[in-house]
């Protein structure tokens, strides 16, 4: 199945699986978790099949029986889900109609939870709060003839779908948080640290995304095992977050460590100085956060000491950069606004610098997250760094695809240019005609600061700009004009209306003021 027919499957699954929603009295928060948990069961029988042929093929007959004989243990060894009869996508699809096919559901999951202990407490098991008839539709619409075929890492694919398509809707926004970082913010992430062996650790992992494209790296770029060329970590404060992520590595066959807890008052993994890459989206701006605990007071990862502003931005900058082993690689989303805060979150930054571990900053401009339109910047944190001296700044508000009305992405063509940007300021050999993009933005056929875009910012730059890492400062900004936007009739739209609402606003004050108290 090729890129295209895999878009389309997507499509067609979710225009279906939101169709039925929609004539439901659920909202997308309560539809999105037994959604998902049903594509695990429909990906776990299809590998469950595969495997099941594999295994056949590789033990012998039991002499006394005359038959193979197939242990759970089997299924393990093949980094599969072992299923019981009642556990399987076909039973569940088939179930009579007197049958509760709720419950089915529901004991279906708690005997995968029995089996594979790793899953226990994680898949949904509120199916009764669906109405009988949606719930055997949905069951009809993931066990079409032609999905029933698809491998594992299509299934992986609609996964992440489903995720990004829930976070679109709003979900996110009625759990009270963020679970899906877009996917584009993602892959600029990986591309610039490059994740290929060792321990990759999300402190605010979310439903696991940064580890699944971690996994397609490697598949691009290596015939490597991926669960034998990283260690996965995680932390993840809400619950149900936890429960996405722990799902979403078990259908992508990725073996990992994901532990609910509060990344502000604990460290549960104890990674500091061990990771090779650090990958985040944490939230942005938490206040309230309680700094007079002893854990805070003394935390190992706070070694430029605590921010005393309300704020969590330094605090999670801080342990970014302490998980790092000596040739480590940190690559996060941030609040705009901490690349130029004032008080002691800059001399926190300015001591940060100092470590010359601060490699490139990018901007990103408004509408990549589906449920905030702000800006925000990506740090690359670089422990190896070869100069020292000296902090790519890429302004890449402007560059961006526009998606529909209200959401933007990098194109590949975009990401492959400003992924090419960092490894020529890394000295590595890049072609900077490789796409049309770089072609027109770099005229020359190599690297130059190019205004609007991108400067190589000495750290004399920066101290004369008071510790800002904000790329615009150094790169500028380019103001892009739209040919095709009325720009004239627009500003007189406005006048038009900001004098209605001056004359309402004045006829409303001759009321009040007639009016007799």
Request: glycine share 6%; hydrophobic share 35%; charged share 25%.
């Amino acid at each position: 199945m090729n890129s295209d027919e895999i878009k389309n499957v997507e499509s067609e699954l979710w225009d279906a699986a939101d169709d039925l929603r929609a004539n439901s009295k659920l909202t997308a928060a309560e539809y999105k978790d037994p959604v998902l948990g049903l594509i695990l069961l429909r990906f776990a029988e299809n590998r469950y099949n595969e495997t099941l042929k594999k295994i056949e093929k590789k033990i012998s007959k039991n002499p006394r029986t005359g038959k193979k004989e197939i242990t759970k243990d089997h299924f393990l060894g093949e980094a599969s889900l072992y299923l019981g009869e009642k556990s399987k996508y076909g039973y569940l699809a088939n179930l009579p109609e007197s049958e509760d096919i709720s419950e089915a559901v529901n004991n279906a999951m708690r005997l995968i939870e029995n089996d594979h202990l790793d899953l226990s407490g994680i898949l949904p098991k509120n199916y009764q709060s669906f109405d009988s008839d949606l719930l055997r539709s949905l069951i009809r619409i993931f066990n079409r003839e032609s999905i029933q075929k698809i491998s594992g890492d299509v299934f992986g694919r609609i996964y992440e779908y489903f995720l990004m398509k829930f976070s679109m809707s709003g979900a996110g926004a009625q759990e009270g948080g963020e679970f899906f970082t877009p996917l584009s913010l993602v892959q600029l992430i990986v591309n610039f640290i490059e994740p290929n062996k060792g321990i990759v650790y999300d402190p605010a992992c979310g439903s696991g995304g940064m580890f699944i494209q971690t996994a397609q790296f490697i598949k691009d770029k290596s015939k490597s095992s991926i669960n034998e060329s990283v260690s996965i970590f995680g932390t993840e404060l809400k619950t149900n977050n936890t429960k996405l992520a722990k799902m979403n590595l078990a259908i992508h066959g990725l073996e990992g460590k994901i532990i609910e807890d509060n990344t502000f008052y604990s460290d549960p993994h104890k990674l500091i100085g061990k990771c090779d890459f650090v990958m985040a989206n944490p939230p942005f701006n938490v206040n309230k956060i309680d700094k007079k605990k002893d854990y805070v007071i003394n935390d190992p990862r706070l070694p430029f000491g605590l921010p005393k502003n309300d704020n969590g931005n330094y605090m999670w900058i801080q342990y970014f950069h302490s998980y790092l082993n000596e040739k480590g690689k940190a690559g996060f989303v941030m609040a705009s606004s901490a690349t130029d805060a004032g008080g002691s979150e800059k001399i926190i930054r300015q001591q940060l610098l100092e470590t010359g571990d601060v490699e490139a900053i990018v901007s990103v401009g408004n509408n990549f997250f589906y449920t905030r339109s702000l800006p925000c910047h990506i740090w690359f944190l670089n422990k190896n760094k070869q100069d020292k001296n000296t902090v790519l700044m890429i302004e890449a508000r402007n560059t961006f695809r526009k998606v529909n009305s209200t959401i933007n992405d990098f194109s590949q063509d975009q990401l492959e240019g400003l992924t090419t940007i960092i490894k020529s300021y890394r000295g590595e050999q890049v072609d900077f005609t490789a796409n049309e993009w770089l072609t027109k933005t770099f005229k020359s056929g190599g690297y130059e600061d190019v205004d609007g875009l991108c400067k190589v910012a000495s750290m004399n730059d920066i101290i004369k700009n008071d510790y800002s890492l904000t790329p615009g400062r150094y790169a500028g900004f380019s103001i892009q004009i739209d040919s095709n936007f009325d720009y004239q009739g627009r500003m007189s739209e406005i006048h038009n209306e900001l004098t209605k609402l001056n004359n309402e606003s004045n006829e409303l004050m001759k009321a009040i003021q007639k009016l007799k108290l």
